[in-house]
């Protein structure tokens, strides 16, 4: 999994599956695309005005929790 930004475009990629040949891109809102494989598995989640959207919450830090071990990892967000 890889979570990329782009500050010229001010867009975000959450990418869970390195893209497929066969991946349909569903706009779900003027600001969130999802790209789905035909057997519906999602490859990936992209944000357009990312970043307000990133750091509308958390003070612009990347949060990973582990529900089962209890534990997280918090990475500041590029300022760029």
Known sequence: ???T?????NIAC??????GAEVETLEISDEL??????DGRVYGIELLNAN????AQD???LVVRNEAAGNENTLPLSQA
């Not at 930004?5 to 475009?9: G, S």
């Not at 959450?14 to 893209?19: A, E, S, T, Y």
């Not at 695309?33 to 035909?38: E, G």
């Not at 307000?52 to 750091?55: A, H, M, T, Y």
């Open 59 to 61: 003070g612009g830090q």
């Open 5 to 9: 930004y782009d500050p010229r475009y």
């Open 14 to 19: 959450l990418r869970l599956i390195d893209k």
């Open 52 to 55: 307000e959207q990133l750091r």
């Open 33 to 38: 695309s999802l790209d789905i494989a035909p």
């Open 1 to 3: 999994m890889k979570l």
